[in-house]
């Protein structure tokens, strides 16, 4: 080869070695890689399965690379529940219903706590909360063996102010007699004269104002207190101090108590 011919054969070669690489840049610049979405699940249910965006599918179903349900079907579905209660039949479209935005508030959820204690955690996710909320809790059972309702899985936010809404308070009492107590009987002997007894989960619904106005006529107005008699009004031929005709909420949950009574009110008692 002469020499002006290998120069030629150099200088194509550094021309391919200069191109390849641009051109190969290119090519990986214009496809993308998306990232595959992981999906976390409910895994309490033997058949069905929630995931965290909503949707609801059999396990067979289940994707195995995802772990996500198909997109297919109602996402949210509050199939089996009762809207008005935030509670349902199925553990996993309670999931599914609660984990819908427009019913279920991140900036809220965030700051409930997992348990009752002081130093339990908060819940980190929307998922979380839904997931924890909706599995069986005190306030769905009776006499610690049996559920008052079918509706026994809840999602919403337990309310220990008056002014709550009476029509969903209203909903979680479903089987549950509300009865006005006779002047110094406890909510224990009330119901047991019944052939009941107290629920002692449920006087966290009757201890707010506007519940208590419903059944009786707290004619002194409603009055933040602190004793176990509570939530109860107070009799009519009590002393001055003790505001006459006033109805009584407890401002410490703690202090509900279904042995409580005082000798100068009428208990307001749930008993099933």
Do not use: W
């Amino acid at each position: 080869m002469s020499t002006s011919g290998f120069r030629l054969f150099l200088g194509l070669l550094q021309l391919v070695g200069f191109l390849l690489p641009l051109r190969t840049s290119a090519i990986r610049k214009d496809i993308g890689f998306l990232e595959e979405r992981i999906c976390r699940t409910t895994v309490q249910g033997r058949y069905l399965i929630s995931d965290d965006e909503g949707n609801v599918c059999d396990a067979l179903s289940l994707d195995s690379r995802t772990r996500c349900c198909p997109l297919k079907g109602e996402r949210f579905s509050c199939h089996g529940c009762n809207i008005l209660s935030q509670c349902c039949s199925s553990y996993e479209f309670c999931v599914s219903c609660c984990l819908n935005p427009t019913r279920t508030l991140v900036e809220k959820v965030v700051k409930v706590k997992v348990a009752k204690p002081a130093t339990a955690g908060t819940y980190r996710t929307v998922f979380d909360f839904c997931a924890g909320r909706c599995r069986h809790s005190s306030e769905s059972v009776v006499h610690e063996n049996a559920y008052h309702s079918k509706f026994h899985h809840c999602f919403s936010l337990t309310s220990n102010a008056s002014g709550a809404n009476l029509t969903q308070v209203e909903t979680r009492l479903l089987g549950i007699d509300v009865i006005v107590g006779r002047q110094g009987d406890s909510c224990d002997a009330v119901c047991k004269s019944r052939g009941q007894l107290c629920v002692m989960n449920k006087l966290s619904l009757l201890n707010q104002c506007d519940v208590m106005q419903r059944y009786m006529t707290c004619k002194g107005s409603c009055l933040a207190s602190a004793g176990a008699d509570q939530p109860a009004e107070v009799a009519e031929d009590a002393p001055r101090d003790l505001y006459p005709g006033a109805c009584l909420y407890s401002r410490t949950q703690s202090m509900l108590s279904c042995d409580g009574s005082h000798q100068y009110t009428r208990r307001l008692c749930p008993c099933a």
